[in-house]
């Protein structure tokens, strides 16, 4: 991992003055913005069985689907189609540490992102402060959806990575990273849904199906509970793209 | 990394360097050496092999076979301490549009183990060097004429005053001005570094190269110093003389003079004068007083003069050497 601090600064500089950085964070706030809005209208017009803050992370996946992509696609892809990751190649850094660095970078960028979201639900509390001495915003779903966003996002950002070391076109790359996240966040949506648990053919999948709940593990997370499991997934899901990314780029050049 | 402890005979080896792209072969039992402190010209026709080489050299791409050392690491076994003693400008410099040029150089000094309490002074240094701390230092590199993009490219090859330097065409799209800086920068690291460069202005090879490396299709044609290599590709002195005496008859006359001699007409002019070319071996002892001999025989001479052959007539015998063996087989 040489010179893994000098690139990772670098890398956070350039997503700092990239005008991509900035657009993709406009972005993501307008539609974090309207999600909060439609979910604290839904929850004043009639009681709901969930927070405002809870109902704005059930739809986590449209922000992971749309925004994420928009945010790693340029890391590799880019590098290779100007041509400088070969030049960056030829200096003694090396690509483990090329590839964490940018990976780093664009998961510090995600949670950054994700944190802008939290003025929001202090401009609320602060202007509504408590309904019928109620506190509007648990802080403590907030901090466990937000670990969850985290905590998932080593995996997802390693994704987007992955998909951006496979392809010269930012585009392209946007869209594996779109098809690859979609696929992840409805398999475990779906298995989730699907009464398994009474399809005796089907028991060999329930092991499995457990570990993938997506949603599950953001309402685990959310109500504060705390499960290995998901870790260990979203641990090794990262390590396993990451080290398929270095040898993405090793096999390219 | 492993630091060797004395200087190697060669900073540049390249070993039966062969790479296969299937079934197609771009280069094939490749050989040569670049000696510490030479530089040499690495030449060849479009699709000869040369940026493959480099590549292969700079470490940045695998070969199929053979070896590749550089200042006496092996480039696939020790990549890191291989690259640390390396520099590589290659074709078409890519570089990052949206830094500034000093961001640029600072950033890759860092990544070349550059001291950081020398990285300032370093990237200065070489912002003097290739002239630009003036015009260019604080300027992105996006917005930059292909003449200053060129510079930091080599600039950034200089940072860490590596072992070996590798500049794929370092002067392709300069105008004359820029050619000439660029042809003296190169010129004052002889001695310091083995400098390997790429170039298809002949001139500027034979200008700055101590020694030529030519390859075609993939294979090496010929190595040496320019004036070994004439002597190999091109064995006869070459005189274009005019005169008014008849083909048959100066025959006669330079076979008695030189019985090697081959004569045929160039062009015939007005008054009867006729421009002839004539072949002499290089090692033949009337080379010295041609025109003597010929006067003193009787022929009437209007101008002699000996061709002079440069490294572009010497690569295209190279060259179509191989050419007509490839041919042949």
Known sequence: MRHFKTLLFHEL?????????????????????????????????????????EGTFKLFWLPLLCILPLLTMRSFSEERRAGTLSSLLTTPASIAAIVWAKFLSAWITWVIFWLGFIPFTLLVNLRLGSVNEQRLSDPSVLIGALSFIFMSGLLHVAIG??????????????????????????????????????????????????????????????????????LVLYITGNLLCLGLAVLAVEGQE | MTEPTTQPVAAVVAELLTKRYGSLTAIEDLSFTVAPGEIVGFLGPNGAGKSTTMKILAGTMAGTSGRATI??????????????????????????????????????????????????????????????????????????????????????????????????EPTIGLDPHQILGIRDLIRSLRGQMAVLISSHILHEVEQVCDKVVIINRGRLVAQGKTEDLRRELLPNAVF????????????????????????????????????????????????????????????????????????????????????NDGLKN
């Open chain 1, 161 to 230: 990575i992955l998909c951006s070391c496979l392809t010269r076109s930012s585009a392209l790359a946007a869209l594996l990273t779109f098809i690859t996240l979609l696929g992840l966040t409805a398999a475990g949506g779906a298995l989730e849904s699907l009464p398994i648990e009474s399809w005796t053919w089907l028991g060999w999948l329930r092991e499995p199906a457990s570990h993938l709940r997506t949603f599950g593990h953001l309402q685990d997370f959310a109500a504060g509970v705390i499960d290995s499991r998901p």
């Open chain 2, 71 to 168: 200042w006496g690491e092996s480039v696939s076994l020790n990549p890191a301490a291989a690259k640390s003693h390396l520099a590589y400008m290659p074709e078409n410099n890519p570089l990052p549009d949206d830094l500034r040029v000093e961001e640029y150089l600072t950033l890759r000094a860092k990544l070349k183990n550059v001291e950081n309490k020398d990285v300032q002074a370093r990237v200065e240094k070489v912002m003097i060097d290739c002239d630009l701390i003036r015009r260019a230092k604080g300027r992105l590199i996006g917005h930059l004429s292909k003449g200053f993009r060129q510079r930091v490219g080599i600039a950034d090859a200089l940072l860490a005053q590596p072992k070996v330097i590798i500049l794929d």
């Open chain 2, 240 to 323: 274009k003389l005019t005169s008014n005496t008849p083909l048959a008859q100066l025959l006669e006359i330079c076979l008695q003079i030189e019985s090697a001699t081959k004569i045929e007409i160039q062009e015939s002019l007005d008054g009867g004068w006729v421009r002839y070319q004539i072949a002499i071996p290089t090692s033949s002892p009337i080379r010295e007083n041609l025109a003597a001999h010929l006067i003193k025989a009787g022929v009437a001479l209007r101008e002699i003069a000996e061709e002079h052959y440069g490294l572009e007539d010497i690569f295209l015998a190279a060259t179509r050497r191989t050419t």
């Open chain 1, 13 to 53: 500089k350039l997503a700092l003055y990239s005008w991509n950085t900035w657009a993709t964070a406009g972005l993501f706030l307008t539609l974090m913005g309207t999600i909060y809005w439609f979910a604290l209208l839904e929850c004043s017009r009639s009681p709901q069985p969930w927070t405002h803050v």
